[in-house]
């Protein structure tokens, strides 16, 4: 019994030994309690992330207001990162005072995490706040500028964490700031495009030029669907599927043509030729009335079929139609081609070709 308990003293006077052993000059002892600390913190964040995850969700699904479903949105992960940095950081202060490096890390990593719930903010306040709003108004203006709010407000967050982590790595801000106000002209001129573009936006979107949705045509041909105006350019995505991306002040200052504008009515046009001998009147009423039954041609304005001129070897018409929406105006144009061809067909209209008439005379 006696030789039990001895060999009990010297096990637990061995362990005592090996807790007190020194790596990297702490104890093994205080570097396990440092270990159990941060084990400790990611429980606790995982549980925390849990009880968000259920107990916080079912909660807020149970009010009617979105504000508590944005603020479980904007903490439900970052608060766990926090927690993890907490434990990270109350483990080295039981080591002892972290170093400058472990200071500034830890600095960094938490201004990294506030920035991240700040961006998780802009998404979820957009998303769940403004959008539904601008989504009930009439007004276009507020859905536009609902993105150049999100990109701006996460361009200053961008601005605003990286002068803080310069900050807490040693630099000196303020004398950063100074410089930067002294080089404030030359990075204003450097800059001007991008200023110039910035503002282009803003005044395409004021200015109710163009809007998300429209169908324009630029200045140098191409036509298209508008998807997006940014800070720095608008994205115009053509009938071939293929986006041209123009800069905004390019944009704001060059010649458009916006089919949206002043409504959705769009007007289309068919010119056809019939031959010599026809009677106008017979063409415009046969036409006129076959292009009154198209489904697709708006009732608000009368189709109009003019006798335009007498060519080389036709009578030129041309058939002009309506549209309520502009985006129908190109099928319509197709399928009216082809009826009034069958029209003309039915009705006994001849349809003319290219001809010559040649004189031959005899010589003596």
């Not at 570097?31 to 909660?59: E, H, M, N, P, Q």
């Not at 601005?159 to 040693?170: E, H």
Request: charged share 20%; hydrophobic share 45%.
């Amino acid at each position: 019994m006696i030789n039990r308990v001895k060999n009990i003293i010297q096990s637990d006077v061995m362990a005592l030994e090996i807790l007190s052993e020194t790596f990297f000059g702490y104890t093994l002892q205080n570097i396990l309690i440092a270990l159990g600390i941060i084990i400790a913190a990611i429980v606790i964040g995982k549980i925390v992330y849990y009880l968000f995850k259920t107990v916080g969700r079912s909660l807020t699904s149970k009010t009617k207001t979105d504000l508590d479903d944005v603020l479980i949105d904007i903490i439900e992960e970052p608060i766990v990162a926090m927690i993890f940095l907490a434990g990270v950081y109350t483990a080295f202060n039981f080591l002892g005072s972290p170093n400058g490096i472990i200071n500034a890390m830890l600095k960094v990593a938490t201004i990294a995490v506030l920035a991240w719930a700040a961006f998780r903010f802009v998404n979820s306040f957009v998303q769940k706040i403004l959008v539904p709003l601008t989504s009930k108004t009439k007004s276009a203006f507020d859905d536009q500028m609902v993105p150049l709010v999100s990109k701006g407000s996460k361009g200053i967050i961008v601005v605003v964490a990286l002068i803080m982590i310069l900050d807490a790595i040693g630099f000196d801000v303020t004398a950063l700031l100074a410089g930067l106000g002294i080089g404030g002209l030359a990075l204003a001129f450097a800059a001007q495009e991008t200023v110039s573009n910035l503002f282009g936006g803003v005044s395409l979107i004021l200015d109710k030029s163009v809007k998300i949705g429209d169908k324009i045509r630029l200045d140098s041909g191409e036509v298209g669907i508008v998807d997006e105006v940014g800070l720095r350019s608008t994205r115009i995505r053509t009938y071939s599927n293929e986006v041209i991306i123009v800069p905004n002040s390019k944009m704001a200052n060059s010649k458009l043509i916006n089919y949206a504008q002043p409504n959705s009515l769009g007007r289309g046009e068919v010119k056809f030729g019939v031959t010599y001998g026809s009677d106008p009147d017979k063409v415009i009423k046969t036409i006129t009335e076959l292009i009154k039954k198209h489904p697709k041609v708006s009732k608000q304005k009368d189709p109009v079929v003019e006798f335009l001129s007498m060519g080389d070897f036709s009578l030129n018409f041309s058939a002009k139609f309506w549209c309520d929406d502009y985006g129908e105006v190109w099928g319509t144009e197709r399928e009216l081609t082809k009826e009034i061809y069958n029209g003309l067909v039915k009705n006994k209209i001849n349809i003319p070709f290219p001809t010559q008439t040649i004189y031959l005379q005899k010589q003596k």
